[in-house]
């Protein structure tokens, strides 16, 4: 939860085309192939679900389970992609927060009374990425959809649960494979190596269900990495019930300076 993020990279590659001494256009590239019906299906269901969540806001507790550790966070989402997590110390007072404001990600540092800007609208798939990588301390998938490439993704149907392998492009990580039940809630992830060991695993501990979508969310999940454990416990959960939008704000608190990246 409170660890150094990892990365991943996908790499597309264009290709031009030259003919004796004139230059032609280079060719539209080939039509990606249609997702395979399961990964169609899973989509579909993702979607949905994402849909019918305008915002939601969150708190909760995570444990390292070695030392029993506790820390408190919060954690706010809206539409389409405002996010606020906030981390605090173990005496309660805040000590970092993270907001994206849908154009720059700002690091907020309680300690040092700094605040680092990063301006992630240039690429979109990297800010996906990024926020996806930033904001998994607070919420695993099922809060937030999980990454898909539709291009490349196996599926298989395994009772009533889709289990989705997503190709992965990075020096250790070879696949994602996800787990999600067939109303799109999800069950599980793991990071697999390209011998198919898992690198880390997430997986869905216990469920709420929210009265007004009827969506089942998940409220206890555990992370296993590099053969440490936390627990990740929510104590409050509110889905389209509205968020202030001072959460979002990016803008430098009176008495904080600002750092460069």
């Known amino acids: 939860m409170l660890r150094v993020v990892r ?9 031009s085309l030259c003919a004796s001494s004139c230059t032609r256009e280079p060719p539209p590239p080939p039509p990606e192939a249609p997702p395979s019906p399961v990964v169609a299906d899973a989509l579909s269901a993702l979607g949905r679900r994402l849909a019918a969540v305008r ?3 969150l708190e909760g507790l995570v444990e390292e389970e070695a030392t029993r550790q506790q820390l408190r966070f919060r954690y706010a989402m809206q539409q389409p992609s405002f996010s606020s997590g906030e981390l605090f110390d173990a005496a309660g007072a805040r000590a970092r927060a993270f907001v994206f ?5 700002a690091i907020v540092d309680d300690g040092t009374k700094t ?7 240039g690429n979109e798939e990297q800010m996906l990425l990024a926020l996806h990588e930033i904001f998994s301390q607070f919420v695993c998938e099922g809060w937030r959809p999980p990454l898909i490439k539709p291009q490349g993704t196996l599926g298989v149907v395994e009772g009533d649960r889709w289990v989705l392998t997503v190709p992965i492009v990075d020096e250790v990580l070879h696949s994602q494979r996800l787990v999600l ?14 011998r198919g060991v898992a690198a880390a695993t997430t997986a869905v501990v216990e469920e709420w269900t ?10 206890v999940w555990s992370h296993t990495e590099r053969g440490a454990t936390q627990r990740v416990t929510l104590t409050s959960m509110a889905v389209n019930a509205g968020v202030d939008a001072a959460r ?14």
């Open 101 to 105: 404001d849908g154009k720059v990600l």
């Open 181 to 194: 039940r067939k109303d799109g809630a999800f069950v599980k992830k793991e990071l697999l190596d390209d």
């Open 115 to 121: 605040v680092t800007r990063r301006d992630l609208s």
């Open 210 to 219: 929210d009265p007004e979508t009827g969506l089942a969310f998940p409220r």
């Open 7 to 15: 990365s991943s990279v996908v790499v597309l590659l264009l290709a």
């Open 248 to 261: 979002f704000s990016t803008a430098t608190p009176a008495g904080y300076a600002d750092r460069a990246p």
């Open 55 to 57: 915002d939601y806001s």
